[in-house]
């Protein structure tokens, strides 16, 4: 995602506003870091914005979470709270939702791994099997913070973990499925797929493991889901899915 164009400041206070995905690896404990799922909460709570806004939006919320903790870190009731006060409906309901199915990976520590490997998107197949061998498998959150830190697209890292069982985000079926859920996916009914797929997932002899994800970085092309490591969107990727579910 792209960096904030804000100006530098003088002060040694955090610029939290201008980079955000940076503030939280280099900032010692206290002033400007992160704690909990403060930082996953926080970007789950920008990925509803429409994407062209969400530099904007990441600039002013991040002011306001400033103000929040005064000095101090960031901590998941300053995001709570921002939720509850700014953001109207339906996105509040949809990020609250979204926070109550948040898995229990510690961004820290994805973000110490991170960082422990310098380099590009060249160092990102070496990222995933160090969270590997952390989490046992590669998580989304984990997915969003490579992706920031690395300048990596998403649909990019959701490709890598799906084709290579060397990256497992769970166990395998025969097929892996990724629907974007994210506002611009939602709009074009991306609810109706996941809700058909999710009962499909859940059968018996369901072959498909399936994950919700915020944006797989094709928004114009919406609705976007990944089968295997394949992209698909618009009618392709209402094709595919019928097609999965036998319709
Ligand atoms: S919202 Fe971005 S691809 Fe779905």
Not at 149 to 154: A, G, H, W
Request: proline share 6%.
């Amino acid at each position: 995602m792209s960096a904030s164009k804000k100006p530098r400041g003088k002060k040694s206070a955090p610029d939290k506003a201008s980079s955000p995905a940076v503030a939280g690896a280099s900032q010692p404990a206290g002033q400007g870091a992160w704690t909990g799922s403060s930082r996953a909460m926080f970007e789950l709570m920008i990925k509803e914005v429409p994407e062209s806004l969400q530099d904007v939006f990441r600039v002013k919320l991040m002011d306001v979470l400033g103000q929040k903790a005064k000095g101090g870190p960031y901590q998941e009731s300053h995001v709570i709270e921002i939720v509850n006060e700014i953001v109207p409906e339906p996105f509040k309901s949809n990020i609250i939702k979204g926070f109550a199915t948040m898995g229990g990976v510690d961004i820290s520590v994805v973000e110490e791994i991170v960082a422990s490997i310098p380099g590009g998107q060249e160092s990102v197949p070496a990222v995933l099997h160090a969270l590997r061998g952390r989490f046992g498998c590669v998580p989304e959150e984990a997915l969003q913070v490579v992706s920031q830190k690395k300048n990596v697209f998403m649909s990019t890292l959701y490709r890598l973990v799906t084709s290579f069982q060397a990256f497992p985000t769970a166990t395998p079926k025969k097929y892996a499925v990724s629907v974007c859920d994210g506002t611009g996916c939602h709009l074009k009914g991306s609810g109706s797929m996941l809700h058909k797929l999710q009962e499909k997932a859940a059968a018996p002899d369901g072959n498909i493991t399936l994950e919700k994800v915020r944006c797989l970085g094709c928004c114009d092309l919406s609705p976007a889901v990944m089968v295997n490591g394949e992209l698909y969107s618009g009618d392709d990727a209402q094709a595919r899915i019928s097609e999965l579910l036998g319709e």
